[in-house]
């Protein structure tokens, strides 16, 4: 039987119309479930700030100090070696890669000016977030995920205690507050590793160096640095808290929700960032 000459074209057609569609489904499809995770982030961090305003008021709603500082202890101080090694080495690499381009100017004392500024705006708080997305939010995932693949959640919640007051808000609030400290070490740390670069390699005077450090740099540098700091660190836990609330599928889908943790983390983290800085630039901070 012989096949009419038009049929394959209108074949062909129907094929591209069909694959048109399902491409279009897919992506209404992702759509819909990005409003959805970021409709229950944002949900969580409402609640998070809900239970931390009564928590303030005393009361049977209060939070032990003692389960944030433990998370504190292991969230922060925990990471303060890795933290201060990495920095040391960003100071270094700033001086270093500046000093040519300086020295071209006849501006190498400058390079105070250059490392001082881009710490305390910048590096200081990203990179240690970065950082503390790896060490802590993976583990935070990790920790919480187990809890829920071995049903701790549920205990939690038959006996009438609330998961987000007794281990979401420890965590999210501890991560905060240890990601500001982090970062005035990290600015300390890669101010000094750029001072040791460019005293002991580039033959900077040391006294002029510290001066063009102090002068360089101001209250709107260092505050909107902690700013960026706090930001980072509430974004960080409470990704880390979504990711593991919602595991599922046993042991694969608790290493899925820690890489997943640090990967989205890095992502919204240099986009909050881009963000800032636009802020900033625009209102001239």
């Keep these: 039987m012989n096949t009419a000459p038009g049929q394959p074209r209108a074949a062909g057609w129907r094929h591209r119309v069909e694959a048109l569609g399902a491409g279009v489904r897919g992506g209404f499809g ?68 500046m000093a040519p381009t300086l020295t071209e100017y006849g501006q190498l004392e400058s390079v105070a000016d250059i490392v001082g500024i881009s710490m305390f705006r910048e590096m200081g708080a990203l990179i240690s977030a970065v950082i503390l997305s790896g060490f802590a ?60 670069t460019a005293v002991f390699v580039l033959d900077v005077n ?16 260092y505050f909107t640095g902690m700013f960026k700091a706090g930001v980072f660190g509430a974004i960080i836990a409470g990704l880390a808290c979504h990711e593991g609330l919602n595991v599922r599928g046993g042991a694969e889908g608790v290493g899925r929700a820690t890489t997943t943790t640090v990967v989205k983390s890095i992502v919204c983290l240099i986009g909050a960032d881009c963000i800032f800085t636009v802020v900033f630039y625009v209102l001239e901070w």
């Design 30 to 97: 992702g759509l819909g479930n990005g409003i959805v995770y970021v409709g229950g982030l944002v949900r969580l961090y409402g609640s998070v700030g809900r239970r931390a305003v009564l928590a303030l008021r005393g009361g049977p709603h209060r939070i032990r100090w003692s389960a944030i500082v433990q998370q504190a202890v292991r969230v922060g101080v925990r990471s303060i070696p890795i933290v201060a090694l990495v920095q040391l080495f960003i100071g270094i690499i700033l001086a270093l890669n």
């Design 137 to 196: 939010g993976a583990s935070i995932a990790a920790e919480l995920g187990a809890m829920v693949e071995g049903e701790e959640i549920k205990a939690l919640r038959a006996h009438a205690l609330d998961p987000i007051r007794f281990l979401v808000v420890p965590r999210v609030l501890a991560t905060t507050v240890m990601m500001v400290g982090l970062t005035v070490l990290a600015n300390i740390v890669g101010v000094l590793g750029g001072f040791l």
């Design 206 to 221: 040391p006294l002029t160096y510290i001066d063009n450090t102090r002068l360089a740099l101001t209250l709107t540098d």
